[in-house]
């Protein structure tokens, strides 16, 4: 049986593409939020400070590409690849659904769920799509260039539907999606199992290698020792320092994993050697690389929420889907949001501002942090009541009402309701940076007794929701402008916010720029090679190194237009800086993985690949470490220093481009 089609790839190629794809998507969507999640106070998030979200997104991440590392050995020498991958997407969809329930413990077991599957399904089909081509094929970097597009493919969707989902449907319904999402891709899997056998192979153990046991005792028992020896030392060194116990723990936690593949080179055959001697400086290079790239959803996401002009004024992203006649209702589709207070609040002189009369100020901030957080107790429901000295009466909704049902009043009101729980915990924390944090928590399992939106009568406008803010937040909306700008702001009318986008959507972009710029720079590259000026894949990943670097700059010069991040700036800025970073992307990521499989020995493959993954795992966890300091730099110095890190890269990359295109081409490259 003919196993490759007419356009020159193994079928098992597209198989792989769908079932990456899915999984993408079902990660994406969950991950676009995370951070907006744990950080917002404004839509009924956890409410976390954003050194806390950023620890989390960061840590998430970092582990996320850690655990590829013991996921690609056990592949490797115990049930292969096609297992690995079916076990993987079993648990991550298990993950995303108890992410779905309510509750503290439900979200953080689900991550960890997460966090395993991962480790299973993502080394291992990069390793799938790896052994469908013989070494040395040409068609190899061209195959993991189709394969990247499915992962883009599911990332760019991903944005548009965790923002249509959340606008709809809430936090916890994201995560719902995103399980059904992996479902789909598991199924894709199961229905291809026979297609997929070229792709796999028997697990194979050398004699010479180390085994589980000790490679649990030599590498994962000093990993845990030295993790909780770092997280201690810095708890107690550096109490409220910007660099948080956990991440210094899981950093310490690395430091055993280096040291085993520094042995790994040393005890390898003398013809092994060389190729993975030459993996560390990809490996630096991709973990710089992935530093930059998945501050997406952290500091980029940051930047799109508080530091762009997101109003929508051209392009709508609010539409209606009609079932009619076939079904007699209509799907809404919703791309944009409210800009609640918080937008306002370093907006031009150009923005209206919320009627004053569309919000009430609380006599105490935790009231305001309740209500923000959608999780009130009556005691507070009296205080916002008294604070408003009989301006407001409360409206009372079911707690499971179907909006649909109501009329178009109530249907506002509800928008500006939030749940009423029988009991309420206040938590108080004061960051590295000396500013006081409240956290509103209930009970795991909680269920609210009610929904209550704060209604006020206006002449001439009926009954609105008043939405609930503390009075520093309110005099910076209209003292503060007035101050600022010499006049009293224009407001719209009461009970209405501007429409903007999705913060999360601009993550979109990244993706949207892998899918239509890789076929170009495929056919670029082809070309160049037919003219005798082929490009050697090291000086991709040196040429994927430059342009992140072009890209922080570029940011860099966005920063001089924020005023210190006292003002917003056009979108296009993040349109350009993901414009750069995705040629970046698909000179240097899609390069990194073929070249693992071209260097590694057949038996180290997928532990190689666990190796890229480990690289990504440091890249992400300061990911979240740079996010969450963001806030204490100005953002021109900001992205100046990471334009630093990754132009040294850069260089060191260029320094080594004779060494490394000797051996690559050694290996069949």
Known sequence: MNDTPERGHPRGLYRLFFTEMWERLAFYTMLNVLLLYVTDTERGGLGLSAGDGNEIYGLYLAFVYFTPFPGGMIADRFIGYRLAVLIGGLLMSSGLLLMSIAGTSFFMLGLIL????????????????????????????????????????????ASFLSSAVRNQAGWLWTFRVAGIGLLIGVTILLFSWRVLAKADRKPEVDPDDMGLAEIARRIFLPSLVAGVLGAVAMKYAWPGGPVRPAVAGFLAGMIPVVLFFRNLVTRAKPEEKPGLMTLFPVYLAGGTFFMVLHLNGSAMTQWARDSTDRRVDIIPLSYTISLRPVLDFEIPINFEQEALPRYYLNAGEDTPRPDPRSLTVASDDAHARMYGQQRLNEEAVAAILAAAHGELTAREFAVDANTAELSEVDQALYARSASVYEQVTIEEETDSHGHTQLTVKVEDGAKPTRRVAFVRDVEGHGSIGAYVVDAETHAQLYDGYQQTFGHAPETLPPGQYLKVANPELYQSLNALFVVGLTPLLVLFFARLSKLGYAVSTARKIFFGMSLTTLSLILMAVAGLFTAGGAAKVSGLWLVGFYMVITLGELMLSPMGLSLVTKLAPKRLVGLAMGGW?????????????FGGIQGSMSPVSFFLVLACLAGAVAVFIRVLLPRLDEVIKRYGG
Do not use: E, H
């Open 114 to 157: 997460l966090v395993l599957g991962n480790g299973f399904f993502k080394p291992n089909i990069s390793v799938m799509v790896g052994n469908l081509y013989q070494k040395g094929d040409p068609r190899r970097d061209a195959g993991f260039n189709i394969f990247y597009m499915g992962i883009n493919i599911g990332a760019f969707i």
């Open 613 to 625: 993954f480990l690289a990504t795992a440091f890249g992400n966890n300061f990911s979240g470490f």
